[in-house]
C-alpha cells in the first residue's frame, strides 16, 4: 500500500501560521478527493478541509477564514496553509487521498502544537 508523507507541522505560537504539505505518488491516479483530517490527544479524527477534482472546497467550521486547502496539480501536492492558529488547532494532521475505485491512501502524520 503506497503511503503518503506530510511535512510541514511544528510548534507555534497562537496567531502564528504552518503549512502542510502532501505529495502524491504519480502511482496514484484517478484521484477525486484530497483531505486534510486531524487528530487531537483523546479525541475522534475529524475531517478539517477537503478538495474534490472540480476543485470544490469545503471546511469545517472552526477552520473556515483561517485555514486553506490547495491542489497543485503540476507538483501533485495537496496543501493546507493554516493561518491564525489557536490552541485547540492542536493535533496530529493526516493527509487522506480517495480515487475513484474507491481506495483510501493515508499519511503517517504530522504534529502540529500551538502554545502561548
Known amino acids: 500500500q503506497v503511503k503518503l508523507v506530510e511535512s510541514g507541522g511544528g510548534l507555534v505560537q497562537p496567531g502564528g501560521s504552518l503549512r502542510l504539505s502532501c505529495p502524491v505518488s504519480p502511482v496514484i491516479n484517478s484521484i477525486t478527493i484530497m483531505a486534510w483530517y486531524r487528530q487531537a490527544p483523546g479525541k475522534a479524527r475529524e475531517l478539517v478541509a477537503r478538495i474534490d477534482d472540480s476543485g470544490r472546497t469545503d471546511y469545517i467550521d472552526s477552520v473556515k477564514g483561517r485555514f486553506t486547502i490547495s491542489w497543485d496539480n503540476a507538483k501533485r501536492t495537496v496543501d493546507l496553509q493554516m493561518n491564525n492558529l489557536r490552541t485547540d488547532d492542536t493535533a496530529v494532521y493526516y493527509c487522506?487521498?480517495?480515487?475513484?475505485?474507491?481506495?483510501?491512501?493515508w499519511g503517517q502524520g504530522t504534529q502540529v502544537s500551538v502554545f502561548p
Open positions: 487522506n487521498i480517495v480515487t475513484s475505485i474507491p481506495e483510501h491512501f
